[in-house]
């Protein structure tokens, strides 16, 4: 199966392989809640932070990646300024980088419950990414980023990717982009 794509608000979207990792993770607890009870499940912890993490990806970011909402500063470290985050359900942090002249997103990486943002605290998401930024996964370069977003994935992983996107085919084609494509500063 080809790496999955998906194409939102003139968007392309990919996923970086440790986000992936974190949806099949929270696809499975849901997929065993549902087993379990099939008529409140969706009440659950788990499904809604996995519905709020499709609402995200699927249509806030792309709407506006570049929104102002999104920007990090300097939390990361001033090397990482291109890196953006959604924030949501309280202390949950998604990091993803977008390049507008190939009109691409990359979702990186998602904290968990075992992550939830305590400033100060060494498993509060920012310090947790940066760690990950500084030991190269993810990449920091936006082509070796690409690339290894762009990578084949399981069988299992692309089930879930599809049951949780819906029936939406992945895209054959991702737009090419180089590191001289980083998104444009504003003026504020």
Known sequence: MPSTTIRRHGWTILLYPAFRSQLLILWKRVSRV???????????????????IVEIILHEVPAAPDSSTFEQGNTIGKDARGWRRAQFLGRFRLFYRFNSRSKVIIYAWVNDETTLRARGSDSDPYVVFRRMLLAGDPPHGWDQLLAASLVRMTEEAGEALRDTFGTEQPSATVPTANRNDQPRRRKR
């Open 34 to 52: 549902q087993e379990q009870n099939s008529t409140s499940w969706q009440s659950n912890g788990h499904a809604k932070l996995l519905k709020r």
